[in-house]
């Protein structure tokens, strides 16, 4: 697909509660022409439907815990849309890992995931909840971390026979603001509330 310079006003590009704001060269990356929020939220929602029924085309014979699935996950999620889709980003953020570390985070991630679902470290659906909220930790994208960390979470559950999460329904607002307040006190070590969040 040819870029196309977007004339989107800054307010597009604003973040909400919870978001990161893009940086300029994140912008630059648009390959659409968008005018409003509501129309960049609908050009991704659209893309990622469509990455993740590539993923679930492929989970029976390939593993979501491995980076280059989930680079690919993340590209397949938001490539019609943004030119930088599936490549980690390269600024610092207000959330997230330096950017020179994402890499070893995430095999990181990956590797102790496989191996608390392996030996049951955690009851219940605490490692993949564990999983979740390192991978929104270590924020690999400069856009679309949450969505994607959501999507790639159920495809490791799916993989594990497990069903997958709820994710408080619909995240809308109410939703959303759980989710977020239940990240934070994961972030202090108390997974109990994103827990019970996820089963929603």
């Given at each position: 697909m040819a870029r196309v310079k977007s004339s989107a006003p800054a307010s597009v590009f604003e973040a909400g509660e919870g978001q990161t704001p893009l940086d300029p060269d994140a912008v630059e990356g648009l390959l659409l022409d968008i005018d409003t929020r509501r129309e960049l939220n609908d050009a991704e929602e659209l893309n990622i439907l469509e990455g993740i029924r590539w993923a679930q085309q492929r989970i029976r014979r390939e593993n979501p815990l491995d980076v280059v699935f989930a680079r690919e996950l993340h590209?397949?999620?938001?490539?019609?849309?943004?030119?930088?889709?599936?490549?980690?980003?390269?600024?610092?953020?207000?959330?997230?890992?330096?950017?020179?570390?994402?890499?070893?985070?995430?095999?990181?991630?990956?590797?102790?995931?496989?191996?608390?679902?392996?030996?049951?470290?955690?009851?219940?659906?605490?490692?993949?909840?564990?999983?979740?909220?390192?991978?929104?930790?270590?924020?690999?994208?400069?856009n679309g971390n949450g969505r994607h960390a959501r999507a790639l979470t159920d495809l490791a559950m799916v993989k594990a026979g497990r069903a997958i999460f709820g994710w408080g329904a619909t995240l809308g607002s109410e939703s959303r603001t759980e989710y977020l307040a239940a990240l934070r006190a994961a972030d202090a070590g108390d997974f109990a509330r994103l827990i019970r969040f996820v089963r929603l």
């Open positions: 590209r397949r999620m938001f490539r019609r849309v943004w030119r930088w889709a599936g490549t980690f980003r390269t600024t610092a953020t207000n959330i997230g890992v330096d950017a020179g570390h994402i890499a070893t985070e995430m095999q990181q991630l990956v590797d102790n995931t496989a191996y608390w679902i392996a030996h049951d470290t955690w009851p219940g659906d605490e490692a993949f909840a564990r999983f979740h909220h390192r991978l929104v930790q270590i924020h690999c994208f400069p």
